[in-house]
């Protein structure tokens, strides 16, 4: 993901031209404390859709049934430059991890939160730079699945931007185990019931070259036996992608504020198959086909949206 700063002019002119879906979103919950771009890292968790707010370094429960919202953990974090602080979380077996930049070193660490504070380390981590550093988590297997970035000194090391895997029980010395690489910053990325990971991989800024001249964005599964499209410039800067209710993957779009779906065709490609709504930072699929997505309301501040089926 890239530039949560910047203005969402762009956002506003995609939605009004380009809308296959009815836009029936609503505005669910104004996130408080929050700037539009910092509420990411949605997950579903029966009627509530759990985030993180990543400046404040808080995760965050908002229940779609009683629009109750709760502190789940609050988490000491860097916030300088464009994507540091709090990251990522996932759940396993009741315990909550969580990845963030380091207050003191700008480190990308990941540890065990299950408290609502730090717990212990699972990862010491790895040097930063201010954007292509990942973050996300997600489970596969029982283990925590990690996005790390390319401007990383991990991924520096290593050669790419990866997706690896870490030992929720290990200790924080531990080397993540390297699922698949090649990606230049795989901040959106999530694992379907049949353990088949998606990714919306970000391309290289870009923003000094024409748009023409950028270089497009890779949508691939992880083991690479599924079809790969690569989406050409404009560039969308891809911060989340969910199943949705009717099998579809819907992926949104730092740089347009929606959400695009994407479905397979007979001959095992992948091609686009409408809009559904604005989402600017991430999304959740509740149990009863619910979608929830981080955007903003008509005051262009933080909010979650919400659609039900």
Not at 170 to 176: A, C, L, R
Not at 264 to 281: H, K, Q, V, W, Y
Request: aromatic share 4%.
């Amino acid at each position: 993901m890239r530039r949560f700063g910047t203005a969402l002019l762009i956002g506003v002119i995609a939605l009004s031209a380009c809308s296959d879906d009815p836009p029936d979103f609503e505005v669910a919950d104004p996130v408080d404390n929050a700037e539009p771009g910092d509420v990411i890292a949605l997950r579903a968790n029966g009627d509530a859709a759990e985030y993180v707010s990543r400046r404040t370094g808080e995760i965050r429960s908002f229940d779609t049934a009683t629009d109750a919202t709760q502190i789940l953990a609050t988490i000491g974090v860097s916030t300088d430059g464009e994507q540091r602080g709090l990251l990522g979380h996932t759940v396993i077996d009741d315990r909550r991890f969580a990845a963030w930049t380091d207050p003191d070193t700008f480190d990308l660490v990941v540890g065990e939160v299950t408290s609502g504070s730090v717990d212990r380390m699972i990862w010491s981590g790895t040097g930063t730079q201010s954007k292509a550093v990942g973050g996300h988590l997600d489970t596969i297997d029982g283990k925590i699945l990690l996005g790390i970035g390319s401007l990383t000194d991990w991924a520096n090391d290593h050669g790419s931007g990866a997706m690896v895997t870490l030992d929720p029980d290990g200790n924080e010395g531990q080397s993540p185990v390297v699922l698949s690489d090649g990606w230049n910053n795989p901040f959106a990325f999530t694992v379907l019931d049949d353990g088949t990971i998606w990714v919306a991989d970000n391309a290289p800024d870009g923003s000094d070259l024409p748009v023409a001249e950028r270089d497009g964005e890779r949508i691939a599964t992880t083991d690479a036996t599924g079809p790969s499209l690569l989406e050409p410039p404009p560039q969308r800067a891809p911060s989340a992608i969910v199943e949705l209710p009717d099998g579809r993957l819907g992926i949104c779009g730092f740089l347009d504020n929606e959400m695009r779906s994407y479905s397979l065709t007979d001959d095992g490609n992948l091609e686009r198959a409408g809009t559904i709504g604005p989402c600017l930072t991430g999304a959740a699929v509740l149990a009863d086909g619910t979608i929830v997505t981080a955007s903003t309301n008509d005051d262009g501040d933080a909010a979650l949206l919400i659609r039900t089926p």
